[in-house]
């Protein structure tokens, strides 16, 4: 498994954003799967959503130890557009992508286990995700990490399911 570093994506960095999205959803749309085919020509109201998150300081590219860039992830400590309000304390991630030519690696598993400590260290008791629920294939993934479905959120978009892993 590669070692990975977090590097914090500043507003400069919107077109390198908005080109990692378009990428992944061309990836996904191969592999027929009807999912984040908006990010293609995104609406203004998602690219709002990208930058606010950006000036928010959530968003961070994946990078391995030779500074070579091999994603991106976005960490909140509040998600009430998919969560609403919650008690208990939680990261809540978004936006995962690991680029094709490093799929396989176990690259976003990594990344999940690097949340999850800095969620522990925060004293979080969840980490929390969503998947478009039209990809069986992601959704399979995330439980086969441990995450377990515990709801459902409809937006006008898509169908998401929610996902948390308890932080021992």
């Given at each position: 498994?590669?070692?990975?570093?977090?590097?914090?994506?500043r507003?400069?960095?919107?077109?390198?954003?908005l080109?990692?999205?378009?990428?992944?959803?061309?990836?996904?749309?191969?592999?027929?799967?009807?999912?984040?085919?908006?990010?293609?020509?995104?609406?203004?109201?998602?690219v709002?959503w990208?930058?606010?998150?950006?000036?928010?300081?959530e968003?961070?590219?994946v990078?391995?130890?030779a500074n070579?860039?091999?994603?991106?992830?976005?960490?909140l400590?509040?998600?009430?557009?998919?969560?609403g309000?919650?008690?208990?304390k939680?990261?809540?991630?978004?936006?995962?992508?690991v680029k094709?030519a490093?799929?396989?690696?176990?690259?976003?598993?990594?990344?999940?286990e690097?949340?999850g400590?800095?969620?522990k260290?925060?004293?979080c008791?969840?980490?929390?995700?969503?998947?478009?629920?039209?990809?069986l294939?992601?959704?399979k993934?995330?439980?086969?990490l441990?995450?377990?479905?515990?709801?459902v959120?409809?937006?006008?978009?898509s169908?998401?399911?929610?996902?948390?892993?308890?932080i021992?």
């Amino acid at each position: 498994m590669t070692d990975i570093a977090f590097r914090q994506i500043r507003v400069k960095d919107l077109p390198l954003v908005l080109n990692l999205l378009k990428e992944a959803a061309e990836k996904i749309n191969r592999m027929q799967i009807d999912h984040w085919q908006y990010w293609k020509n995104p609406p203004q109201e998602k690219v709002r959503w990208i930058e606010e998150g950006i000036k928010n300081g959530e968003f961070y590219f994946v990078d391995d130890l030779a500074n070579n860039n091999i994603g991106m992830v976005r960490m909140l400590r509040e998600d009430i557009l998919y969560w609403g309000k919650q008690k208990d304390k939680a990261f809540y991630v978004h936006s995962l992508i690991v680029k094709e030519a490093y799929n396989g690696k176990g690259i976003g598993q990594r990344v999940l286990e690097e949340i999850g400590q800095k969620a522990k260290n925060k004293d979080c008791q969840y980490l929390r995700l969503d998947s478009d629920s039209k990809n069986l294939k992601l959704c399979k993934y995330y439980e086969n990490l441990g995450f377990r479905k515990v709801g459902v959120k409809n937006l006008p978009l898509s169908t998401y399911n929610l996902y948390q892993k308890r932080i021992l």
